[in-house]
């Protein structure tokens, strides 16, 4: 067993300490947020997770995990400190790491002996010696010398399925510089280290990079299916069928070949952004990088474009109701960061459109993320409210739900029968067949 604390009760630093704490370790989750603290204690998720809440509080019952804002108690209980706080982008799309020296500091200034400090957040190559130097500065100014390692151990969690991503990882990534941090590690994982999951051990920068090319490299596998879904839409392909042909060969393999209105959500806006900007930092521009930014720009207006060319053309949204079903940018989050709904939606808006939406979980974060159209926009109780009296239905977000709607009583509902499946989740045959005026992405 290890004696954890983790800085920050974020996405990433929740996820990471709950399920520390049940592979059997003592996990301390530290956050300067005194009400999120309290809150937690009492058994409160701030964030919408499947099974999280389950893993909180039965670590909380068996004594492994615990809550706190005092940083310097949690340090100095710990033999690993794991930093989790927010990596926010700067307005030039490079990481902010205010966060990250913040807590760096803070851990030198109450550490009494040697400590291994774990990046968790996802950091630009080189922090991990940023880190070691904040730290040295911090315990050279107290005039201590306790010994230290600064290992890179980056997450791989999909919004959603996070639980399940830390527990059954498909490779754990270590990097660090001594021997005596490596056993450290695999003692904190000891019980996927048994179950045989990969562990791949690198240095510091080969650690953070890996981290990076892997969003990025999904994030272009996505643009890429989204680009030739709009050429299907040209040609008259089926792009269905095209990504699952695709998907059987297995240098390519089926996952994230599922054209929609763009990816969002907290790692691949960021994470492209700053790896982009990291290229050109260091003078090797990541032209494939940049240009799937841009693309997946497009890709949001293109469906604008494309709900105003299905009901008329140029104008014809003026005074059109649009009911959005689902906001949060994947389903089983009420994460909206980047998501394709808030382009969508304030979209529709500056044409004239009135928009009535509704989302399970992201309604909340909505209120305010679309705080700019609150004129033209309504929050409906449920989907059928939603579309009830609209002139258009678009499936943005494809929760369960809404892959199971009842078809007559939509169509009773809307003013005209106009479906935009942004998600290619409904069989084009079946809905004209029941007079939907049918449009998907690539088909």
């Known amino acids: 067993m290890s004696k954890i604390a983790v800085i920050g009760t974020g996405y990433v630093g929740l996820v990471s300490g709950a399920c520390l704490a049940d592979f059997g370790n003592a996990v301390s989750c530290v956050d300067v947020d005194a009400a999120k603290i309290e809150a937690l204690r009492r058994g409160k998720i701030p964030i919408f997770e499947p099974g999280l809440d389950d893993v909180v509080s039965r670590n ?7 809550f706190t804002t005092d940083l310097a108690l949690a340090v100095r209980g710990s033999e690993v400190v794991f930093i989790a706080v927010g990596t926010p982008p700067a307005d030039d799309g490079s990481a902010d790491l205010k966060y990250v020296e913040a807590a760096a500091r803070e851990v030198a200034r109450a550490m009494d002996g040697y400590r291994v400090i774990v990046d968790k957040s996802t950091v630009p190559v080189g922090t991990a010696r940023k880190v070691r130097a904040w730290v040295a500065e911090e315990l050279v100014r107290r005039g201590a010398k306790p010994d230290f390692d600064v290992v890179s151990n980056p997450e791989f969690l999909r919004e959603g399925s996070a639980v399940q991503d830390f527990t059954h990882p498909d490779r754990v990534v270590i990097g660090a510089e001594s021997e005596r941090a490596r056993a450290a590690m695999k003692e904190v994982y000891r019980a996927l280290y048994i179950g045989e999951t990969p562990y791949i051990e690198t240095g510091l920068e080969t650690a953070e990079m890996i981290k990076y090319a892997s969003n990025a490299f999904l994030a272009v596998k996505i643009t890429f299916i989204n680009e030739v879904a709009n050429l299907c839409e040209r040609v008259g392909a089926d792009v269905q069928d095209v990504a699952k042909a695709m998907g059987r060969d297995g240098r390519i393999g089926p ?3 599922h054209p929609g209105p763009g990816y969002g959500g907290s790692c691949f806006p960021k994470d492209t952004q700053a790896m982009a900007r990291i290229g ?9 990088v940049e240009t799937t930014i841009e693309a997946n720009e497009r890709q949001k207006e293109r469906m604008v474009a494309k709900i105003e060319a299905g009901l008329g053309g140029p104008g014809s949204l003026a005074g059109k109701t649009i009911a959005i079903l689902g906001l949060a940018f994947k389903p089983n989050t009420d994460d909206m960061r980047e998501a394709p709904a808030i382009a969508i939606c304030e979209g529709l808006a500056a044409r004239g459109a009135r928009i009535r939406a509704w989302d399970p979980e992201a309604a909340k974060e909505a209120s305010w993320r679309l705080a700019s159209i609150k004129d033209r926009l309504e929050f409906a109780k449920d989907e059928y409210d ?17 892959r199971t709607l009842d078809l007559e009583r939509v169509m009773s509902l809307l003013k005209s029968p106009n479906f935009f499946d ?20 690539g088909r």
Do not use: M
């Open 386 to 402: 939603a579309i009830g009296g609209s002139d258009a239905l678009v499936l943005v977000t494809e929760w369960n739900q809404l």
């Open 60 to 66: 909380v019952a068996a004594g492994r995990l615990s």
């Open 422 to 441: 942004l998600r290619n989740v409904y069989k084009r045959d079946e809905l004209e067949a029941r007079g939907f005026r049918y449009f998907a992405v």
């Open 255 to 257: 996952k994230f070949l």
């Open 280 to 288: 050109r930092d260091h003078g090797e521009p990541l032209s494939i």
